[in-house]
């Protein structure tokens, strides 16, 4: 069993900047590949970004790309979503998720074993 812990959300105006932190328990972290999910009111659950064992592949959602960016600290078992130029669109819950026994990002969220409990990004216009 993996714990994940989300923290950063809030409150920000159009054109702000948030970053997202995941922290894992166990000593498995640099095993998993890490991604990072939201939701919206009324939507589904959706893509946003994953990062590889090392870090070294990411791959991110056309809706984010350029604006979003995904990275990991193995050593703090903590992956990382810095959200910058936001737009109200980008208002929904935000959850990390582990991919346990794979290196290859995925974009399906039932790829993904466990979830955190989600921390809420709200942007205003």
């Known amino acids: 069993q993996v714990q994940l812990v989300e923290s950063g959300g809030g409150l920000v105006q159009a054109g702000g900047s948030l970053r997202l932190s995941c922290a894992a328990s166990?000593?498995?972290?640099?095993?998993?590949?890490m991604g990072w999910f939201r939701q919206a009111p009324g939507k589904e659950r959706e893509f946003v970004a994953a990062?590889?064992?090392?870090?070294?592949?990411?791959d991110y959602a056309d809706s984010v790309k350029g604006r979003f960016t995904i990275s990991r600290d193995n050593a703090k078992n903590t992956v990382y979503l810095q959200l910058n130029s936001l737009k109200p669109e980008d208002t929904a819950v935000y959850y990390c998720?582990?991919?346990?026994?794979?290196?290859?990002?995925?974009?399906?969220?039932?790829?993904?074993?466990?979830w955190g409990q989600g921390t809420q990004v709200t942007v205003s216009s």
């Open positions: 998720a582990v991919l346990r026994g794979g290196w290859l990002t995925r974009r399906a969220w039932s790829a993904y074993n466990y």
């Open positions: 166990g000593r498995a972290f640099s095993t998993y590949v």
């Open positions: 990062i590889s064992l090392s870090g070294g592949i990411t």
